[in-house]
């Protein structure tokens, strides 16, 4: 799984750059038969501004969101890319300027007011980004552009325009919420944030909006809480990018890397601090595992914890003789992986990109195991009794419970990132693989299946390319959990057309496909495949 190549040539910069929306689709160049199965569209998000006027921004999630599309039909490929119209956009591009603080980003006061107007400017307040850069989701019969905060936006999937704004704290207790959802079959989804809980303190909010209306009313205006899980902090809320879900149960990480509030508070009552500045991280505090259930929702308040960890993507979840196994992409390491994401880092030269690197937490698949049914008279003994994981849970003498996980695949600044699976077929069940992208030092050059019983991989690689998360189609009617198509962006620079969407069979990574644009396309984050 390790990569098989350096990058001296630097082409990974090229994918911090700005563009220009496409306009019309363009046509694609096809190498190879494109599966007739494939009769939709590839949707991907990413940053696509990285500048307003003269002011650059400065981290990975700052540059405005951007929408790609990759079209299929009767063997033909067409690509097409817009500008999601936020708020943040419209304003940066009329003002020439950074006018909504982002991640790490600050907005300053307009320049060209008098000194009066900056002064009272500063205790307005920062306005919360509306950036949705990071990923996007059905609802109902809609389709939404989200980041992390409690703004959405719906987008057109067949134009790309931006329709309609929706702040989601004006109709449920949330704060914000996750990029990554979780979506039922009839789809409903599930989604976590954090809130305002009892007391005054903190707290976590799983929320559920239900699948399309009979009376084709919108479905968010019916979003509702499910269940609340406590914080372990009252006025530091962990950070949190996704969580669990199985058939029966909802599972939340509660990881040290903790959000300041007063600090949080502080860059909206005066100018000069980004939300990067509100992190911080206890490597002590350890982690915190919670537990909830589903149907009805229920907090389940047995204390499970672990050592410290990042956390960014859950793999999968499941239930398995009484117990519940859960797959993540951790970090281990004091710091937080999002200080080593400034744009002045990736775009810098690979020697001292790799430099970067080594000083980072360091990134390992791990499996834990939750059993669910605990009685005080096994204290000091293992409760997982499942045989074909390591993973283990202990019950110490103040009834906490304690965690070790099972070491799926590690290896030195080698991350296996951004998952994905079969997920029609296995989310919240048993399986056997998984797909992600794979980081070399924080650069993505490459694609790979880890086969999570065995701990075999596959890899595709080549050189001076720079794939995207790789999104798994599953083959109709198929009955193998990896019988289907992975489909990513790759962007090779110094190519003649710089750009294309790969087609591989997920069986073994060999190429069945791919098309090219003869465009530069930046990095992505998450996407969809719509059908």
Known sequence: MVSRFEHPAGGYKKIFETVEETGEPLPATVTGRIPSFLRGSLL??????????????????????????FDFGNGQVSYMRKFVKTDAYVRAMTEKRVVITEFGT?????????????????????????NCLVNVYPIGEDFYAVTETNYITKVDTETLDTLKKVDLMKIVNINGVTAHPHIEKDGTVYNIGNCMGKGASLAYNIVKIPPTQKDKSDPINKCSVVVQFPSAERFKPSYVHSFGMTENYFVFVETPIKINLLKFLGAWSI???????CFESDDMKGTWIHIAKKNPGEYVDIKFRTSSMGLFHHINCY???????????????????YDFLWLANLRDNWEEVKKNAVRAPHPEVKRF??????????????LVTLPYTTATAVMRADGTIWLEPEVIFSAPYQAFEFPQINYKMCNGR???????????????DRIVKLNVKTKETWVW???????????FVQTPDSTDEDDGVLLSIVVAPANVRATYMIILNAKDLSEIARAEVDIITPVTFHGMYKP
């Open 369 to 382: 195991v939750i059993p669910l049914d605990i009685y005080k008279e096994h204290q000091g003994t293992n």
């Open 430 to 444: 048993n399986y056997t693989y998984a797909y992600a992208l794979g980081l070399n030092h924080f650069v993505p």
């Open 461 to 471: 690689q080549e050189p001076d390319s720079y794939p995207s998360e790789p999104l």
């Open 271 to 277: 100018r000069g601090t980004q939300y990067m500045d």
């Open 319 to 337: 239930e398995d003789q009484g117990h519940i196994v859960f797959d993540l992409c951790t970090w281990k390491g004091p710091e937080f992986v």
């Open 44 to 69: 991907r998000l990413g940053p696509g501004l990285f500048e307003a006027g003269d002011q650059p921004f400065l981290h990975l999630f700052d540059g405005q969101a951007l929408m790609h599309k």
């Open 106 to 130: 600050i907005a300053y006061p307009d320049p060209c007011k008098n000194i009066f107007s900056r002064f009272f400017s500063y205790f307005k307040g920062v306005e919360v980004t509306d």
